[in-house]
């Protein structure tokens, strides 16, 4: 079937007015949206693409993506999304490198085997020193490298592809403090990691706008779970040891150890669960009740956004990324898939 205006409205990630406008010339619309929208439809085949100056110099691309492995659902979905929309990417190759996610060791050396001519790298990693030099010796090297997911900083990167997760640690903790109410209340914290710039952004946030506007709800320690269900599961079967626990509030992964945790203690309907990442578990979680609130960065439209960035950047083309909107799903307004 012949794709729609809806249907690249949904892979660009804008409204069904504003593909209207660009692909009808109207004003009113960003450069970056123009070009986003029309690289949507084009991928949809919708409209036809123009010719590709790298073909037409026969030059070969590499793009290189490092994804952390283990139990995360989120990435699992980055991962396959990436993998689809690999052959849309003209003359090059999308080599995906699964790694563990939190040894900057692993990561730093992955990153050293990454070079060559007509290549670009994408990490989802963490801030640390080792990763820092690594991502400069590749820059050095001529290799451009772009950040994806969690950003790290004061590297000279190309740029980065994922949400401001500072803001979404900020809603997280607008709808949980809202949805508390008044009264004194206590609330559990999980994170995958500390050295995710990510996560630390996240929790922020949170802690901030929890600070600014209800000072009433006490903020438990953080429990660092790296992003592994049964570590978050013990972990979560500890916390709800105590029947004070009003509110839990994950960070990273994890959400299925959490979950499976407050069904077993029966406590499901009665402690708010705020996470984040609408996977196929999170909308089981979300329809039965279990968590109340996810906060989603759509794996899809990074996957789309990184690939098609660093193909420019490889070129010399210039950035144009689209920043992937923050997004609050309740049971109510699950999207369709």
Do not use: C
Not at 177 to 186: F, T, V
Not at 255 to 269: F, T, V
């Amino acid at each position: 079937m012949r794709a729609t205006l809806v249907d690249i409205a949904r892979e660009a990630g804008v409204s069904s007015a504003t593909v209207d406008r660009v692909l009808n010339d109207r004003p009113g619309v960003k450069e970056r949206t123009r070009l986003a929208v029309r690289d949507a439809a084009i991928r949809l085949g919708y409209i036809a693409p123009p010719p590709h100056p790298s073909l037409a110099s026969g030059q070969a691309l590499t793009l290189d993506i490092v994804l952390p492995g283990g139990s995360n659902s989120f990435m699992r979905e980055l991962h396959q999304h990436i993998e689809a929309l690999a052959p849309l990417t003209g003359n090059a190759t999308v080599d995906v490198h699964i790694i563990d996610g939190f040894e900057p060791s692993a990561l730093a050396a992955k990153l050293t085997q990454l070079e060559g001519p007509h290549r670009g790298v994408a990490l989802v990693g963490i801030d640390h020193p080792l990763v820092r030099e690594a991502i400069r010796a590749l820059v050095e090297r001529g290799v451009p490298v772009v950040t994806l997911v969690s950003d790290i900083h004061h590297v000279p990167r190309a740029g980065y592809i994922g949400i401001d997760n500072r803001s979404a640690g900020r809603l997280a903790g607008y709808l949980m403090g809202r949805m508390l109410g008044p009264g004194d209340k206590r609330v559990a914290m999980f994170t995958g990691s500390f050295a995710y710039r990510g996560h630390e952004e996240r929790e922020m946030g949170f802690r901030h706008v929890m600070a600014e506007m209800f000072p009433q709800i006490a903020i438990l320690d953080s429990a660092e779970v790296r992003d592994e269900e049964d570590r978050a599961y013990a972990v979560a079967r500890t916390v709800l040891a105590d029947d004070k626990i009003d509110a839990i509030y994950n960070i990273g992964a994890g959400n299925r150890g959490i979950a499976r945790a407050l069904q077993e203690a029966d406590r499901a309907q009665d402690v708010l669960f705020v996470g984040h990442d609408l996977t196929p578990h999170t909308k089981i979680f979300l329809l039965d009740g279990t968590m109340d609130v996810v906060i989603d960065q759509n794996p899809r439209v990074q996957a789309r956004e990184v690939l098609a960035q660093l193909t420019r950047t490889v070129r010399g083309q210039g950035w144009t990324a689209i920043s992937p909107r923050v997004q609050a799903i309740f049971r109510e307004n699950i999207p369709e898939a």
